[in-house]
Nanobody, 123 residues
Framework: QVQLVESGGGLVQAGGSLRLSCAASGRSFSSYAMGWFRQAPGKEREFVSA????????YYSDSVKGRLTISRDNAKNTVYLQMHSLKPEDTAVYYCAATSSYLLRALDEYDYWGQGTQVTISS
């Protein structure tokens, strides 16, 4: 069992930055790949970014590539999502998730989810 707790969401103006954190507890953090997903009102939850167990490889959706950076610190059992150049369309609840799979873009492959943190970007 893995428990995930996100933090760092908030309200910022367009063009601003935020850093989301996801703290994990429970079974070995480094044995899971980690992902970030988001869900805007009235829309399905979508893939944002993922990182492999070692942190050596990262993945991004086309809509956030170049603006968001995922990283992890296995010593601190934490994964981060640094967000720059934020746009109103980035407004959503952001979720971190853990998976034992190697299909890191697939929502259904994730085993554990956090409760989410709200990110709101004003225009």
């Amino acid at each position: 069992q893995v428990q995930l707790v996100e933090s760092g969401g908030g309200l910022v103006q367009a063009g601003g930055s935020l850093r989301l954190s996801c703290a994990a507890s429970g079974r070995s953090f480094s044995s899971y790949a980690m992902g970030w997903f988001r869900q805007a009102p009235g829309k399905e939850r979508e893939f944002v970014s993922a990182i492999t167990r070692s942190g050596a490889t990262t993945y991004y959706s086309d809509s956030v590539k170049g603006r968001l950076t995922i990283s992890r610190d296995n010593a601190k059992n934490t994964v981060y999502l640094q967000m720059h150049s934020l746009k109103p369309e980035d407004t959503a609840v952001y979720y971190c998730a853990a998976t034992s799979s190697y299909l890191l873009r697939a929502l259904d492959e994730y085993d554990y989810w956090g409760q989410g943190t709200q990110v709101t970007i004003s225009s």
